[in-house]
């Protein structure tokens, strides 16, 4: 995720800022525009099979990239759109045991490095041609094989759905203990696929099993909650990529409470204190502190020179999106 943005949106950002934002009703629409879901069968042609090498990880670039040209067109839905409805609460299932937190060590950063955690790593996908990482976490499911990710990790928004997309669980430094579990369903937000609406980056994979095992039987799984109140405390995840990051560790943020976008109010997206870069994007955030509580947004999108990390609202659209990849 890295961070983007010209002196003149800056500008014109702070402006609206000053002018505030309309907050969402507290009633959800019914049938509003984003609650549809984009679905798509990964093909045998289209799965990783062995293509990741290590090489082709090293140099793959992070998705932040796509996050940006989505940010350049600013889509963005109504407040009423994305307002709260009922809240979903859906536990964690066979976490294996915590990270432990550490500090990097290198130029001071807000982010602190993290050792691996089993049901958090990296996402590897093919858009267009080139290669992307993104970061992700196993969710609980169903079907005991979700992921989540930023929605810019698995479809251009607008346009095409990912191939050769993987999932390797608790990296660290070019290890894979987990393996690579390839994708074998990706799903998103309509209003992200037919448009790219920065309002719902957030997307889906279901993978593959490993010798009839789930990857939740193999890392764990954590709970997700949706239509949350706003402005809660989070701690996001992730592997960021840009300087003075390198991409080979997981690190996180904490922050004791988020605030709304004041620079593009449109998005109803959430930031919080955090200067983690490129290839973080899709990483969770979880409420509170702690990587086994409920993950409630993922990271999506940044500003150039200032040290915060925005996530969209996870209401009744992604809990639509979740609950048609999880089951």
């Not at 309309?22 to 093909?43: D, L, T, Y």
């Not at 430094?173 to 579990?181: H, K, M, R």
């Not at 997307?203 to 949706?226: C, H, I, W, Y």
């Not at 593009?264 to 490129?278: A, K, L, R, V």
């Amino acid at each position: 995720m890295r961070k983007y943005t010209s002196g003149a949106a800056l500008a014109a950002a702070a402006l609206l800022a000053l002018a505030g934002a309309a907050a969402p009703s507290s009633a959800a629409p019914e049938n509003a525009p984003g609650q549809a879901v984009k679905s798509h069968v990964v093909q045998q042609n289209e799965q990783a099979g062995g293509y990741w090498t290590a090489e082709k990880m090293r140099n793959a670039t992070p998705g932040d990239v796509l996050a940006d040209r989505a940010l350049e067109r600013g889509v963005a839905s109504s407040a009423s759109d994305v307002a709260r409805g009922s809240l979903q609460k859906i536990e964690s299932m066979g976490l294996k045991k915590k990270g432990k937190g550490s500090s990097g060590g290198g130029q001071q950063t807000i982010a602190t490095e993290e050792v691996p955690v089993e049901h958090i790593g990296k996402v590897f996908f093919t858009l267009g041609g080139s290669n992307y990482v993104c970061s992700g976490n196993s969710v609980t499911s169903g079907n005991g094989s979700t992921v989540s990710t930023a929605g810019h990790c698995l479809n251009e928004g607008p346009g095409a759905f990912a191939t050769n997309f993987v999932f390797v669980p608790a990296y660290d430094d070019g290890a894979a203990p987990y393996g690579q579990w390839a994708a074998t369903e990706l799903h998103a937000p309509a209003a992200w696929v037919n448009n790219g609406d920065m309002t719902y980056d957030t997307g889906f994979a279901v993978v593959e099993t490993k010798n009839g095992a789930t990857l939740a039987d193999t890392v764990g799984a954590t709970g997700v909650q949706f239509n949350a109140d706003r402005g809660l405390g989070y701690q996001a995840y992730g592997y960021p990529a840009a300087r003075p990051f390198d991409g080979s560790d997981l690190f996180s943020c904490l922050d004791a409470d988020s605030e709304n976008d004041p620079y593009n109010p449109q998005f109803s997206s959430q930031g919080i204190d955090c200067d983690m870069t490129g290839g973080s994007s899709g990483g969770p955030w979880f409420i509170g502190s702690g990587h086994d509580s409920y993950q409630n947004s993922v990271n999506s999108y940044g500003y150039d020179r200032v040290d915060y990390m925005f996530g969209p609202y996870w209401g009744s659209t992604i809990y639509n999106t979740y609950n048609t990849a999880a089951n």
